[in-house]
């Protein structure tokens, strides 16, 4: 009697619609696109520093990109997408971006 390894044809075809791992996918991924492109900003807290109010806000790439190209004393960046931003900056943000 001779035994065969691995799949038949088919059998990976009904394995993975059997899963819906490829609907599955599908949203993650567009989910992903749309965390990426579209514009996020989430206030995380705020704090007076010397008499002055700076936000630590997360924001999406696009939002990101854009702070990066303002004056570099309203802002600092402590992680990818998350940023110390001046009171000034914030509010501009806001207004551009929601």
């Not at 579209?38 to 109010?53: G, H, M, R, Y």
């Not at 997360?58 to 004393?73: D, E, F, G, H, M």
């Amino acid at each position: 009697m001779m035994t065969t390894t691995g799949w038949r044809k088919g059998q990976i075809n009904l394995l993975v619609s059997a899963r819906q791992t490829g609907k599955s996918n599908w949203a993650a991924w567009s989910q992903m696109i749309n965390e990426l492109t579209l514009p996020n900003i989430k206030l995380i807290e705020s704090a007076e520093v010397d008499q002055e109010t700076w936000h630590t806000v997360q924001l999406s790439y696009p939002v990101a990109s854009w702070i990066r190209t303002q004056n570099k004393q309203h802002w600092v960046e402590l992680t990818e997408g998350c940023f110390d931003v001046h009171e000034s900056l914030y509010t501009m943000l806001m207004l551009k971006w929601k």
